[in-house]
């Protein structure tokens, strides 16, 4: 080493392409993992809940043979956004518009863990009623033609793929006989049948029959329908996608 050298020492330089010792991450303890894990799940599915599906049950034997007593279904929320309606031969889920369940079907889970499970919809809530449109706003319902087959502006449904009769002459309801019409149905209403049509109280049964002191009706707002039925999802044995029957592509505008 010369006397120069001694007077500049040489400097090591890092070199700029050597990675950088990572710094060491500190983990949550597990109990507090796993509690921001169940959070984030409640809000996903308070998310999910509100924007795109919801779990519900099946509360009456009104829509057999397809959907059971106390199936699982799932609902479709956004099949109807953006200007979308209930189609006819759709299978929705609707508000009970008042009176149109018993306190048994209308009441909801009752204990706290299902209650909040209900709310967040992981769990079936009660006060909702499934059945099928039959009519949309403007059509013509009527019971029934020489075969005992539903009509619809004047256009016979084949409903054998999916309705029950226990023996009735017709497909109409339980109540009503194979002699009667509906509609025209109102705008922004639907008119509704379950699939079980000597067990079903829908909207057939709730027609007034032109009393002037009734105030039930018939049709159901399509502002209290929640979602379209896409999937029967329990118990497992029962599932299967749920979709609108080739009959009611028969059908004319009204």
Not at 25 to 46: C, D, G, M, N, S
Not at 205 to 210: E, L, R, W
Not at 235 to 242: G, I, K, L, Q, T
Request: include cysteine; aromatic fraction near 8%.
């Amino acid at each position: 080493m010369t006397p120069e050298d001694a007077d500049h020492p040489t400097v090591l330089h890092k070199d700029a392409d050597a990675p950088a010792t990572p710094a060491k991450r500190k983990h949550l303890p597990v109990w507090q993992e796993t509690i921001l894990l169940l959070v984030i799940a409640l809000v996903l599915a308070t998310v999910i809940k509100a924007l795109f599906v919801q779990a519900f049950y099946i509360p009456s034997a009104s829509k057999e043979p397809g959907l059971v007593k106390n199936d699982r279904i799932l609902v479709q929320k956004v099949s109807y956004w953006f200007g979308g309606s209930p189609q006819r031969g759709d299978v929705v889920v609707f508000k009970d518009p008042g009176g149109w369940l018993s306190p048994e079907e209308s009441a909801g889970p009752t204990g706290g863990v299902t209650k909040l499970l209900a709310k967040v919809g992981l769990y079936p809530s009660g006060g909702h009623l499934v059945k099928r449109v039959i009519g949309v706003a403007g059509d013509t319902i009527k019971c029934c033609d020489d075969q005992g087959r539903m009509m619809v502006n004047g256009t016979p449904l084949n409903e054998k793929a999916y309705a029950r009769l226990d023996g009735a002459k017709c497909y109409g309801p339980m109540i009503r006989g194979c002699d009667w019409t509906a509609g025209p149905v109102p705008d922004g209403s639907i008119f509704v049948m379950g699939d079980n049509r000597s067990h079903s109280a829908d909207s057939s049964v709730h027609m007034c029959d032109g009393a002037e002191d009734c105030t039930d009706s018939p049709y159901i707002p399509t502002d209290d329908v929640v979602g379209k039925v896409f999937v029967l999802l329990w118990p497992s044995d029962h599932f299967r996608w749920v979709h609108r029957p080739d009959t009611f592509a028969d059908v004319p505008s009204s």
